[in-house]
């Protein structure tokens, strides 16, 4: 029997609880504002700080990204600047070893041309006194031998005699 009841019972209660559903609507709202006010507020406060925060880093990555820009192209300038300011220092530079080789070249010409002429009147003043030497050689020889044929009158073959003894002795002076 007691089954029988609580079966009866149930089927009794069969109908709609209005005001449960009143009380759990009720709650649900209350639930609903203090999650609104605790939750869903402070919630979408750190989204909007978050998408303020992503939106100024993209704004700042683009400011950056543009500056970068700006500098690449200013040290592309300022490369292409050193380049034909260094093909200039390098063009002068070759003018200016060229002209000192020129010079370089000239003195060492100028030089040894002088060194050539120095050694030309060497060596004319060396001949020059070698053949005084031998003309005086030739002086004393030829009054040697005159002196010895005014002492005495030779024939031919003392007069080749003599001259070969002469002209070894000047040999041998030497």
């Known amino acids: 029997m007691l089954t029988n009841s609580f079966v009866l019972g149930s089927a009794a209660n069969t109908g709609v609880m209005w005001g449960d559903i009143l009380f759990q609507l009720v709650i649900f709202i209350v639930l609903m504002a203090l999650l609104k006010h605790f939750a869903w ?4 406060g750190i989204m909007k700080q978050r ?25 592309r300038s300022l490369l292409k600047e050193a380049r034909s300011e260094a093909q200039v220092l390098i063009e002068n530079a070759k003018k200016q ?13 100028n030089e040894a041309e002088r060194i050539k002429e120095s050694a030309k009147l060497e ?13 005086e050689q030739v002086a004393s ?3 040697l031998i005159a002196s010895k044929v005014i002492e005495k009158e030779l024939n031919a073959a003392d007069q080749d005699k003599l001259i070969n003894d002469y002209i070894q002795e000047a040999g041998d002076q030497r």
């Open 97 to 109: 070893g060229d002209i000192q080789r020129d010079e370089i070249i000239t003195v060492a010409r």
């Open 41 to 44: 507020g402070p919630l979408m």
């Open 51 to 75: 998408e303020d925060h992503v939106a100024g880093e993209i704004s700042a990555a683009e400011q950056s990204r543009v500056e970068a820009k700006k500098i690449l192209e200013e040290q």
């Open 123 to 135: 060596i004319e003043q060396q001949k020059e006194k070698a053949v005084a030497a031998i003309r």
């Open 141 to 143: 020889l030829s009054v």
